[in-house]
């Protein structure tokens, strides 16, 4: 069994894969205060609840976007491990070209979902990553990524929505059953969901009508919001929610 960590900057996405499959996962809040012993206490925590005893692991595979994560996160994998953790950046050798004008910028989740969708799908494809923020990755069929778009994820508007409205109070970010809201919450379901909804068919469309090949990509959903917006983005050809914890399992075998 393998560890992978994904670590984002509100949550990190913890997995235990058997090959590229997932098999477990947990969601941690990303906290860059935490020491190596905090952090190998948690994981060890979360591995006695499923009954996985840290002899069963063969290694740990980290992406991060978040620098003062990454230290302790890796002394903890190797203690739990008892080999060096795999940390996957702008980096690391992998089988994928970075066709931008900064490829060292390019964060670790985008390199990740360039590798796994390339080589899952192995067609162009757009990666609508849906995190803190949302990112649309833009991969072709042989593994080069070739740029995206960043936009602010739905929490993350929802709560800038809610820190500058003193009137407006936070709630639940479900989609709305109409459009048009008679209560203020449903308003607000109705701004910050189906606006992102929409923001997403808008800047999906428009990458599409930019796309340097005939054929159109095929649009992949991923993050902890992707299933949630399924019924929504029409454009969504697959959800895939594990695509970067299997990508870092493929970079593990890589670069391992």
């Known amino acids: 069994m393998l560890l992978v960590f994904d670590v984002g900057n509100t949550e990190t996405t913890i997995g235990l894969c058997d090959g590229e499959e997932v098999a477990l996962r947990w969601r941690v ?11 190998h206490l948690l994981v060890r925590a979360l591995l006695d609840t499923a009954s996985i005893k840290s002899t069963h692991m063969k290694g740990a595979a980290i992406g991060s976007v978040v620098p003062a994560v990454t230290g302790p996160l890796a002394e903890a994998c190797e203690r739990l491990v008892g080999a060096p953790a795999v940390v996957v950046d702008a980096r690391s050798k992998l089988p994928i070209k970075l066709d931008v004008d900064e490829p060292l910028t390019v964060g670790a989740d985008r390199l990740i ?8 799908h192995q067609c162009d494809c757009i990666v ?10 833009c991969i072709t069929a042989d593994g080069t990524f070739i740029g995206g778009v960043i936009a602010p994820g739905v929490q993350m508007s929802a709560e800038s929505l809610f820190r500058k409205t003193a009137k407006l109070s936070a709630t639940e970010l479900v989609a ?4 048009i809201g008679r209560r203020t919450e449903e308003c607000i379901r109705s701004g910050v969901v189906l606006g992102a909804a929409e923001a997403i068919e808008g800047i ?31 454009s969504f050809d697959v ?18």
Do not use: Q
């Open 113 to 120: 979902n360039t590798l796994a969708a390339s080589r899952i």
């Open 239 to 256: 959800v895939e929610p594990d695509l970067t914890l299997r990508g870092l399992a493929m970079a593990y075998e890589l670069l391992g």
């Open 176 to 179: 709305p059953t109409r459009v």
């Open 29 to 39: 809040t990303t906290d860059a205060s935490r020491t190596p012993d905090e952090v």
């Open 204 to 234: 999906v469309r428009r990458i599409k009508g930019e796309w340097p090949r005939p054929k159109a990509p095929l649009v992949i959903a991923t993050g902890g919001l992707a299933a949630a917006f399924k019924p929504l983005c029409e």
């Open 128 to 137: 609508v990553d849906l995190g803190t923020a949302t990112t649309f990755d």
